[in-house]
């Protein structure tokens, strides 16, 4: 079942478009990558999902209501890119505040902050925090009262790699417990592995929204083959590939993926002569910039 249905949305502000014919579907526990630059339209989009701003045209069913109801607020968290806290009240303040608001318990809010990695700190006053522990608590009200539907906008701002892996350890948790999460994010890397889907805006339009592989097999996008060799064989192998030499010992190639098997068979067949050879798919800053800089028409 899709938690959220989004259809030909478009929203205009005088007469530009920031977001224009919109479609988008996300079903409980899946987790979509929403990728853009900056003015694509991907906070305006969930803005409009939270019902904060209106659509112009176009339909959007959250959990079964319109953006905004009780149901969808009910059951719908946010995180946005700067979170904002009451600076004189402590973490655990103002967890039980929020908690209050979702008609949770204290302990479920104290909890949270131990899942987040506050509990050292719950109760200093949230003036005293890096950017990345007020993200935590931001992390922490998001995750209040079982949401089935999680909207994060660049969620993983301020916090270091040790927490990034943790939030998205957290992000898989919600996720295999059946909530639906969209991810708006610049991280393209921390992505790559951790989503079912990727849809990327362009100047407001939807230009791609498919599996990384699907997406990876359309873009047609060379891989990159970087081959290591012995030093009195290199110039021969270099050559023989219709490679380009490195340095005395690597070989770099480029190949379509139809071609990589066909590739592969040639290298080995030089024998003791290859030391190593290491395979490098496009990526996903590679995969959005083929995209995001594909022609979307005029808005």
């Known amino acids: 079942m899709s938690a959220l249905i989004i259809k030909n949305v478009i929203k205009k502000y005088d007469a530009i478009k920031s977001v224009h014919d919109v479609s988008l579907e996300v079903e409980g526990g899946q987790i979509i990558a929403l990728l853009g ?5 991907k906070t305006t989009l969930m803005k409009m999902i939270l019902g904060l701003t209106h659509l112009t045209s176009g339909s959007i069913e959250v959990l079964g209501s319109l953006p905004g109801s009780k149901n969808a607020r009910q059951n719908t968290s946010y995180l946005p890119e700067n979170v904002a806290f009451h600076s004189s009240l402590t973490g655990r303040e103002q967890m039980h505040h929020f908690a209050s608001l979702k008609a949770q318990t204290k302990k479920t809010a104290d909890e949270l902050l131990e899942k987040v990695g506050l509990t050292h700190a ?3 006053r949230i003036g005293t925090y890096s950017k990345g522990m007020r993200q935590r608590v931001g992390l922490a009200q998001a995750l209040l009262g079982k949401p089935k539907l ?7 701002s301020g916090l270091d790699p040790i927490s990034r892996v943790e939030f998205y350890d957290i992000v898989k948790e919600l996720a295999d417990r059946g909530t639906a999460v969209l991810i708006s994010s610049h991280a393209l890397t921390e992505l790559e592995s951790r989503t079912n889907r990727i849809a990327i805006l362009s100047m407001g339009k939807l230009v791609a929204n498919d599996s990384l592989v699907n997406l990876r097999n359309n873009a047609s996008l060379p891989n990159r083959i970087i081959v290591k060799t012995c030093v009195r064989e290199n110039k021969k192998i270099t050559a023989s590939l219709k490679g380009k030499q490195i340095d005395k010992q690597t070989i770099e190639l480029f190949c ?3 071609d990589k098997v066909a ?3 040639k290298i080995c067949t030089f024998g003791n002569s290859i030391k190593d050879v290491d395979i490098y798919p496009p990526d996903l800053e590679e995969i959005y910039r083929h995209y995001s800089l594909s022609k979307t028409g005029d808005l």
């Open 256 to 258: 379509q993926q139809n």
């Open 122 to 124: 719950m109760n200093r």
């Open 150 to 156: 999680a909207l994060l906008d660049e969620p993983t």
């Open 263 to 265: 590739l592969l068979n």
């Open 37 to 41: 630059h900056n003015g694509a339209g």
